[in-house]
């Protein structure tokens, strides 16, 4: 199995310019989030979905943050315009179901930076 | 004050040592206790998972939640270099539904010298 797999690793650009990264969950995880993890610290969620559904999206700063999960598969997780305090890394993770919220299998994350 | 606080190091120790990482936490509605484990440039993974208060083993992983002095704990015996990593704890209020999220403390980098 080939785990949680994300798009692009590493991305560099310039501020104001947009940026997306990809997710590609477990295969019959229906629970997938985005997190956002600031160099020495803890992950941060930004989104939960359950299947095509936003359940959480609290902590999206919809400004410039957007997410979509069209047919409950792979997500999508938008910034427009980037800025510099956004360099970080973005992990994805899903989860088996609403039931299994505290056991997530984290991809490898996308690390961006904002020049 | 965070809902949870983790020293983050960094730690350093001689292979076999056992080693001690703890968290501490605020909200007393927390009952889900996680530690993952993250590898330089990789997602963090779940290692020990426990409910409530009390002891977990797994091989040389001994996980002790203590919610009366709202303190966890992770030991781990026998340290080799492969444990090299950032240990991560994480807690929730509940399992399932909307409204429950893992809260993570910051992290501790553990190096294990050969």
């Known amino acids: 199995e080939a785990g949680v797999v994300q798009s692009p690793r590493y991305k560099i650009i310039e501020k104001k310019q947009p940026v997306a990264f990809w997710c590609n969950p477990i295969?019959?995880?229906?629970?997938l989030y985005w997190y956002l993890q600031n160099l020495g610290q803890g992950p941060e969620l930004l989104i939960r979905?359950?299947?095509?559904?936003?359940?959480?999206d609290s902590q999206l700063p919809k400004d410039r943050f957007s997410a979509e999960r069209l047919k409950g598969v792979d997500s999508t997780l938008k910034i427009q315009p980037a800025e510099l305090g956004d360099s970080a890394v973005y992990l994805c993770?899903?989860?088996?179901?609403?039931?299994?919220?505290?056991?997530?299998?984290f991809g490898a994350g996308s690390r961006l930076t904002v020049l | 004050q965070k809902e949870v606080e983790q020293d983050p190091g960094p730690l350093s120790v001689p292979e076999g040592a056992i080693v001690s990482l703890n968290c501490t936490y605020s909200?007393?509605?927390?009952?889900?206790f996680m530690w993952y484990r993250q590898y330089s440039r990789k997602g963090p993974e779940l290692l020990m998972y426990?409910?409530?208060?009390g002891n977990k083993e797994d091989g040389r992983f001994t996980a002790q939640v203590d919610k009366s002095s709202k303190y966890i704990s992770l030991f781990i015996r026998d340290s080799q270099p492969s444990d090299s990593a950032t240990y991560l704890c994480?807690?929730?209020?509940?399992?399932?539904?909307?409204?429950?999220?893992?809260?993570f403390g910051k992290g501790t980098l553990l190096t294990v010298n050969p």
């Open positions: 994480a807690m929730s209020a509940g399992s399932g539904g909307s409204n429950y999220k893992l809260t």
């Open positions: 979905y359950e299947n095509e559904e936003a359940v959480d």
């Open positions: 295969s019959g995880h229906n629970t």
């Open positions: 993770a899903s989860s088996l179901g609403a039931a299994s919220t505290n056991v997530l299998t």
């Open positions: 426990t409910y409530s208060s």
């Open positions: 909200n007393s509605a927390f009952q889900y």
